[in-house]
T-cell receptor, first 111, second 117 residues
Framework: SQTIHQWPATLVQPVGSPLSLECTVE??????LYWYRQAAGRGLQLLFY??????ISSEVPQNLSASRPQDRQFILSSKKLLLSDSGFYLC??????????FGEGSRLTVL | AQKITQTQPGMFVQEKEAVTLDCTYD???????LFWYKQPSSGEMIFLIY??????QNATEGRYSLNFQKARKSANLVISASQLGDSAMYFC??????????????FGQGTRLTINP
């Protein structure tokens, strides 16, 4: 069966520090992968998506970047975090009719 | 412009009652998909139900059904016989066609459902 995992689950970082969130998918090959962010009490905003190794599309200009070094690995990064980067980050892969299956989420607090 | 609109920020329902969560969407595509997700306090996003734009019958999954009214561009979620465990945020989402080889989902702002005992 397919599974998706992301870590760390919780992160508290100072402003200006770097960030790396990792997501891996098991049980499937060449998945379309997505990074979403959810601000407190809000809906989900699509940040990046990837259709293959090294292929990254950005949805909104921001302080973050994404990379896909391996088929089933998707990484969200920042060189210098801002306060506005705080939020709940969700990695997901898509299948079938287009339903997204999400990881457990990573809660980032920037102080 | 909002692609997905959920007009109910919060709803309170008595246990065992049925509840309808509203969702309207905006698209000019003929082919699209509509989804509902549940987000408990743990934060995980749980896929509930899917309706394709060409599906003539309303989708059902156990206690969940999707009231699809294409002409009105609405895709309301109906939960029958609500349970305490149904308390969560609920998000409506839409997939519009295929964009650059990747299908993208756009989410509404969500409705917080609270089931009272």
């Amino acid at each position: 069966s397919q599974t998706i995992h992301q870590w760390p689950a919780t992160l508290v970082q100072p402003v200006g520090s770097p960030l790396s969130l990792e997501c891996t998918v098991e049980g499937t090959s060449n998945p379309n992968l997505y990074w979403y962010r959810q601000a407190a009490g809000r809906g989900l905003q699509l940040l990046f998506y990837s259709v293959g190794i090294g292929q990254i599309s950005s949805e909104v200009p921001q302080n973050l970047s994404a990379s896909r070094p391996q088929d089933r690995q998707f990484i969200l990064s920042s060189k210098k975090l801002l306060l506005s980067d705080s939020g709940f980050y969700l990695c997901a892969w898509i299948r079938g009719a287009g339903e997204l299956f999400f990881g457990e989420g990573s809660r980032l607090t920037v102080l | 412009a909002q692609k997905i609109t959920q007009t109910q920020p919060g709803m309170f329902v008595q246990e065992k009652e049925a509840v309808t969560l509203d969702c309207t969407y905006d698209t000019s595509d003929q082919s699209y998909g509509l989804f509902w997700y549940k987000q408990p306090s743990s934060g995980e996003m749980i896929f509930l139900i899917y309706q394709g734009s060409y599906d003539e019958q309303n989708a059902t999954e156990g206690r969940y059904s999707l009231n699809f009214q294409k002409a009105r561009k609405s895709a309301n979620l109906v939960i029958s016989a609500s349970q305490l465990g149904d308390s969560a945020m609920y998000f409506c989402a839409m997939r519009e066609g295929l964009i650059q080889g990747a299908q993208k989902l756009v989410f509404g702002q969500g409705t917080r459902l609270t089931i009272n005992p």
